[in-house]
T-cell receptor, first 111, second 111 residues
Framework: DAGVTQSPTHLIKTRGQQVTLRCSPK?????VSWYQQALGQGPQFIFQYYEEEERQRGNFPDRFSGHQFPNYSSELNVNALLLGDSALYLC??????????FGPGTRLTVL | GIQVEQSPPDLILQEGANSTLRCNFSDSVNNLQWFHQNPWGQLINLFY???GTKQNGRLSATTVATERYSLLYISSSQTTDSGVYFC?????????????FGQGTRLTINP
């Protein structure tokens, strides 16, 4: 049983560019949550998707957007990248309301 | 919003020692998870524990929800236990769940 997978593993972008990160949940999971982890900090909640809808959003600007597909996989899009967007982006999947399991993350560097 | 505080922030021990990590939270929660983050950034699930005590090998966790704290015990530490340990509390808000993380405890086990 494959766990949560994310792609790409690493990404380097320049300020002002746009990026798309992808996440495939564990088999049997229907909920995907995205988190941003800055260096030396705990992960911060970005948003959660269930039934292809954004269910809740953390304190992140509209430059951060997402999507969930019918197969429960998800994308995180970040527009107009800033230096401060450099972080590890983590995807977590769960059955609705249950324990969350995390993928290996995508490390984004903005130059 | 809810505050999650972990202590100590750093802990350095010799192999074979025991340790106790603490997580305090400022409001009632629906559940609590403990994670170990390895050097590559992967968050590994340790415990999903809203209350009571659970054990898994050398690790155990206790959550006292009425007093708003949780403890993670590691016995007979091994060098592979090194890394950052996070607790995260789950809150149901506006029909969705999110995890709120503490800042982590960095554990270093020396041979």
């Amino acid at each position: 049983d494959a766990g949560v997978t994310q792609s790409p593993t690493h990404l380097i972008k320049t300020r002002g560019q746009q990026v798309t990160l992808r996440c495939s949940p564990k088999s049997g999971h229907d909920t995907v949550s995205w988190y941003q982890q800055a260096l030396g900090q705990g992960p911060q909640f970005i948003f959660q998707y269930y039934e292809e809808e954004e269910r809740q959003r953390g304190n992140f600007p509209d430059r951060f957007s997402g999507h969930q597909f019918p197969n429960y996989s998800s994308e995180l899009n970040v527009n107009a990248l800033l230096l401060g967007d450099s972080a590890l982006y983590l995807c977590a999947s769960s059955a609705w309301g249950d324990e969350q399991f995390f993928g290996p993350g995508t490390r984004l560097t903005v130059l | 919003g809810i505050q999650v505080e972990q202590s100590p922030p750093d802990l350095i021990l010799q192999e074979g020692a025991n340790s106790t990590l603490r997580c305090n939270f400022s409001d009632s929660v629906n559940n609590l998870q403990w994670f170990h983050q390895n050097p590559w950034g992967q968050l590994i699930n340790l415990f999903y524990i809203p209350s009571g005590t659970k054990q898994n090998g050398r690790l155990s966790a206790t959550t006292v929800a009425t007093e708003r704290y949780s403890l993670l015990y590691i016995s007979s530490s091994q060098t592979t236990d090194s890394g950052v340990y996070f607790c995260a509390v789950k809150r149901w808000i506006q029909g969705a769940q999110k995890l709120v993380f503490g800042q982590g405890t960095r554990l270093t086990i020396n041979p």
